[in-house]
């Protein structure tokens, strides 16, 4: 996971063509820069997708040939939450010790796994299944999020948005890469800033409760 880590934090760095070559890890095709990934159910690591074994496994997921349930598409689809609602003793009940997470529904375990940033990289952890629900009952769209490959990203002073699995990676591996010291240092924090605004980019905005006019 480490190589895959640090790039995707290249990427999410230099946002310019790589000079490593990059091949699929399924069928060994050359790949773009950007491209999609496939998480291994077993290992839980990722694996850079071409565009066939992309749409093959796109094909099983909505019905189509089985893949023997080892490998999932992960989606490509970024929403920002407008009026999310988590009050802090929730996110206390989390037991996660930092302002930011990737909360994940993790399908081998049946419950949810907390990933939050140190500098030694994504700490993995599991979180109150108590918590998670109210979380959910005060923001419904998050009966969408699909278990495995897509995560709630919560930043307590940026904001929330449901993100592809690989971002938090992508995330942690930037961390990881960019922090100094034991606060992190201004370089990891600009870092950080350049992130979460290409994710504005990327994302569309949905209600995350049934009143959008909710507190952020």
């Known amino acids: 996971m480490t190589g895959l880590l640090r790039r995707l934090a290249a990427q999410a760095r230099e946002r310019r063509p790589s000079l490593r070559a990059q091949a ?24 850079c997708a071409c565009r ?12 189509g040939p089985a893949s023997g349930g080892r490998h999932v598409l992960v989606p490509d689809r970024r929403r920002r939450m407008s009026g999310f609602v988590l009050p802090d003793p929730v996110w206390a009940r989390l037991g996660v010790p930092v302002r930011m997470a990737c909360l994940v529904r993790d399908s081998a375990s049946g419950g949810i796994v907390a990933f939050y940033p140190s500098p030694a990289g994504a700490v993995r952890a599991p979180a ?12 419904p769209v998050l009966a969408e999020l699909r278990q495995d490959v897509e ?24 961390i990881r890469a960019r922090w100094r ?4 240092g201004q ?30």
């Open 128 to 139: 109150d299944q108590a918590a998670w629900d109210l979380i959910v009952r005060d923001n």
């Open 181 to 184: 010291g034991l606060t992190g």
């Open 24 to 47: 699929c890890g399924l069928c060994g095709e050359a790949l773009p820069d950007v491209h999609r990934h496939l998480l291994e159910l077993p290992s839980r690591e990722l694996r």
């Open 151 to 174: 995560a709630l990203l919560v930043d307590r002073d940026r904001g929330a948005w449901m993100v592809p699995l690989d971002d938090c990676y992508a995330l942690a591996g930037t």
């Open 187 to 216: 370089e990891v924090r600009a870092h950080l800033d350049t992130f979460f605004t290409d994710l504005d980019d990327r994302s569309v905005t949905v209600p995350a409760t049934d009143d959008s006019r909710s507190p952020a």
């Open 52 to 63: 066939a074994c992309q749409v093959l496994f796109d094909h099983a997921a909505a019905g």
